[in-house]
């Protein structure tokens, strides 16, 4: 699927912010998606597939849909949008987030996110879910009307992260990924490049989701992944090297030796 580049800016607003004296241009909304009830629904339909058919379903509804992200915003942003729902005559309407993006080549739109959430399911003061097909530490793509766009993105969009560091000096960091949820890591590929990640509904017990260090993601079948390679989480972590809501995780083979710092649910 083409993807377009488009530089991304943030501002909020809510429906019928006094746009009766002007024309307002109806912003385009992100695709909302929903890749694990979708993965579910697929797996109960056809109870009797094989893993390998489940496998290859499950990455065309990927790559077509994207898997939900948390995104979270910076503590001033969500200052920003609970002012405004606060200011909303009928608390019970939805706050309509818009952004506006800009082309390489100067055009201009408006785009449409999800209402804000000021859950504290999340380490977030607020955040919302947007689904991504693909993600790096600058840039990222979402499904806009069935096209995938690139936008850059926007400092303000804090998303859960894991690295790989220095097996002896943690604050070394070798490698960065993005991931759409807070777990810990079920492996590495002994290159570094690639983490796995298994889900937590049971539906999907046979699956795991690869994130590669390029930005892109992967369903695959667990009993094809390398289990002789064992996680041990790291408790003897200096005071130095701590940081609230993150742990360490050790993962040991015959060749290797990687330590990775993942995010940990944050208490309520």
């Known amino acids: 699927m083409k993807i377009l580049t ?18 307002d241009v109806k912003p385009f909304a992100i695709d909302k998606t929903d890749l694990i009830a979708d993965l579910k629904s697929l797996k109960n339909s056809k109870p009797k597939m094989t893993t390998e058919e489940f496998v290859k379903d499950s990455n065309a509804l990927l790559d ?9 915003f910076d503590s001033a942003t969500c200052q920003k949008i609970e002012q405004i729902k606060k200011s909303q005559k009928h608390q019970s309407q939805p706050l309509n987030l818009r952004t506006t993006i800009k082309s390489s080549v100067g055009e201009a739109a ?3 996110l999800p209402e804000a959430k000021f859950e504290k399911t999340e380490c977030f003061s607020c955040f919302v879910n947007l689904p991504f097909v693909e993600i790096t530490q600058s840039e990222f793509v979402t499904i806009v009307q069935e096209i995938n766009l690139k936008f850059y993105l926007p400092s303000n969009f804090l998303i ?10 943690f604050s070394f960091v070798k490698q960065k990924w ?13 290159d570094g490049n690639i983490l796995y990640f298994g889900f937590e509904e049971p539906e999907l017990n046979d699956l795991v989701l690869l994130a590669f260090g390029e930005g892109s993601f992967q369903i695959y079948a667990k009993k094809d992944i390398d289990d002789t390679k064992k996680g041990t989480i790291v408790n003897d972590v200096s005071p130095s090297f701590i940081v609230p809501n993150f742990s360490f995780i050790r993962f040991e ?11 940990t649910k944050c208490p309520n």
């Open 6 to 23: 488009k530089t991304f800016f943030v501002f909020f607003c809510f429906v019928g912010l006094t746009y009766s004296q002007r024309v």
């Open 64 to 72: 077509k849909k994207g898997i939900n992200f948390v995104v979270g």
């Open 110 to 112: 408006s785009l449409a």
């Open 160 to 169: 859960n992260e894991v690295t790989l560091v220095d097996q002896k000096d």
């Open 178 to 190: 993005k991931v759409p949820f807070k777990t810990k890591p079920l492996s590495i590929s002994d």
């Open 253 to 263: 083979s015959p060749e290797t030796k990687q330590v990775l710092k993942f995010p």
